[in-house]
């Protein structure tokens, strides 16, 4: 089979697998020579999908999005990009972080301290 027969027919059987109708059997009977490779991928396809909790955005989420790309749209293509930094990249976001990454460092570096001294001054053991 080739892979992009392969793709179409695992992209198929996924949107099946959301919507619930996901038919195993009839793909393996549709491709009977190609049920080797097929069969333990759409077998695998079924486990994540069980596995695996269905995500849905928030409808606070596509109100903004749906907002956001009709301001992008009522600009046209050739507006202005936007300037605003991303929340990720604030000044505060990125001090934060460096923050924590030093205490998590200075917290390592006592557990290594501590159980070294910890070793070192165990009394010896009184032998009787």
């Known amino acids: 089979m080739n892979e992009k027969m392969m793709t179409a027919l695992l992209a198929a059987h996924a949107d099946q697998l959301v919507r619930g109708e996901a038919l195993e059997a009839e793909y393996l009977a549709l491709f009977p020579e190609w049920s080797k490779e097929l069969e333990p991928m759409l077998a695998l396809a079924r486990q994540i999908k069980e596995t695996l909790p269905l ?3 928030s409808e606070a989420f596509r109100n903004r999005l749906r ?4 301001n992008v749209a009522e600009k046209g293509p050739d507006a202005e990009p936007s300037t605003e930094r991303p929340r990720w990249r604030q000044p505060w976001v990125i001090g934060a972080a460096a923050l924590g990454s030093v205490i998590s460092v200075a917290s390592a570096v006592g557990v290594i301290v501590y ?10 053991a009184a032998t009787g």
């Open 55 to 57: 995500v849905r955005p």
């Open 67 to 70: 907002q956001e790309l009709s």
């Open 115 to 124: 159980r070294r001294r910890a070793k070192t001054s165990k009394p010896a």
